[in-house]
T-cell receptor, first 115, second 114 residues
Framework: DAGVTQSPTHLIKTRGQQVTLRCSPKSGHDTVSWYQQALGQGPQFIFQYYEEEERQRGNFPDRFSGHQFPNYSSELNVNALLLGDSALYLC??????????????FGSGTRLTVV | AQKITQTQPGMFVQEKEAVTLDCTYDTSDPSYGLFWYKQPSSGEMIFLIYQGSYDQQNATEGRYSLNFQKARKSANLVISASQLGDSAMYFCAMSSDNTDKLIFGTGTRLQVFP
């Protein structure tokens, strides 16, 4: 049973560019959340997708956007990259309504470096 | 606003000994969940244990137990019989019924030595 799959694992981009990160949720899960983890910090919630709609959003600018596809997979897009966007981006999946009780399954993340 | 505080940046423990990782939280929500995750150097967040705010008993999962003291707003993780493979970052996190997202602390780096 495959867990959460994220691609790519590592990425280097130049300031001002745009990037797309991808996530395939665990089999049977229908909700995808994205987190940003800066070096030495805990993960910060970016947004959550369910039924192809953004359901919740954290304190991130509009440069961060996302999408969820009918097969529940998701993309995170970041425009106009800043040096401060360098971080590990984690995707977490859950079954709607159960995440609060049973937690989430996380992927191994995409490490984004902006130079 | 919800907040998780982990005051121990790093902890050392000898193999086979027990260790306690501290976590305090702040919330005004009447119903919430508390989680501990392990993050090895690979980056993946591995779910360890969950405690619901209305649970009467402290949660246990194998060598992991959660010392839940609601009045003190603390949710410490106890790892018994530490193993070398337990060396990793450990994060305490919280969610509430009002919001299906996790609020994380800053983590504690645990190092287990032989």
């Amino acid at each position: 049973d495959a867990g959460v799959t994220q691609s790519p694992t590592h990425l280097i981009k130049t300031r001002g560019q745009q990037v797309t990160l991808r996530c395939s949720p665990k089999s049977g899960h229908d909700t995808v959340s994205w987190y940003q983890q800066a070096l030495g910090q805990g993960p910060q919630f970016i947004f959550q997708y369910y039924e192809e709609e953004e359901r919740q959003r954290g304190n991130f600018p509009d440069r961060f956007s996302g999408h969820q596809f009918p097969n529940y997979s998701s993309e995170l897009n970041v425009n106009a990259l800043l040096l401060g966007d360098s971080a590990l981006y984690l995707c977490a999946s859950s079954l709607a309504g159960t995440g609060t009780n049973y937690g989430y399954t996380f992927g191994s993340g995409t490490r984004l470096t902006v130079v | 606003a919800q907040k998780i505080t982990q005051t121990q940046p790093g902890m050392f423990v000898q193999e086979k000994e027990a260790v306690t990782l501290d976590c305090t939280y702040d919330t005004s929500d009447p119903s919430y969940g508390l989680f501990w995750y392990k993050q090895p150097s690979s980056g993946e967040m591995i779910f360890l244990i969950y405690q619901g705010s209305y649970d009467q008993q402290n949660a246990t999962e194998g060598r992991y137990s959660l010392n839940f003291q609601k009045a003190r707003k603390s949710a410490n993780l106890v790892i018994s019989a530490s193993q070398l493979g337990d060396s990793a970052m450990y994060f305490c996190a919280m969610s509430s019924d009002n919001t299906d997202k996790l609020i994380f602390g800053t983590g504690t780096r645990l190092q287990v030595f032989p």
